[in-house]
């Protein structure tokens, strides 16, 4: 299932997201720190859902209460919930 997500509170403009089953299959995410957001994005490929979400929930970007990693765990979370994801 592919999702787009727009993001609150940080740079990045946008968020899609490919998932098959209970693993990531792709991830861009538009805006953002450049170099940040495509090594994340590559270190996500293939992980389970349920691993990046733990691994990114809650990380804070400069005081903001929330982070562009911290948004991708938003999204997956609501699309865990949304098909069954994980």
């Known amino acids: 299932m592919k999702y787009c997500y727009t993001p609150q509170g940080v740079c990045s403009r946008e968020m899609k997201i490919e998932v098959e ?3 990531i ?3 861009k995410i538009i805006g953002g720190c450049d170099g940040n957001t495509k090594g994340l994005c590559n270190l996500l490929k293939g992980m389970k859902v349920d691993e990046a979400i733990q691994k990114l929930k809650g990380i804070d970007c ?3 209460g929330t982070s562009c990693p911290d948004q991708l765990a938003r999204v997956l979370e609501q699309a865990k919930k ?5």
């Open 82 to 86: 949304k098909k069954g994801v994980g």
């Open 25 to 27: 299959q792709s991830i």
């Open 62 to 64: 400069g005081g903001k």
């Open 21 to 23: 089953g209970d693993t």
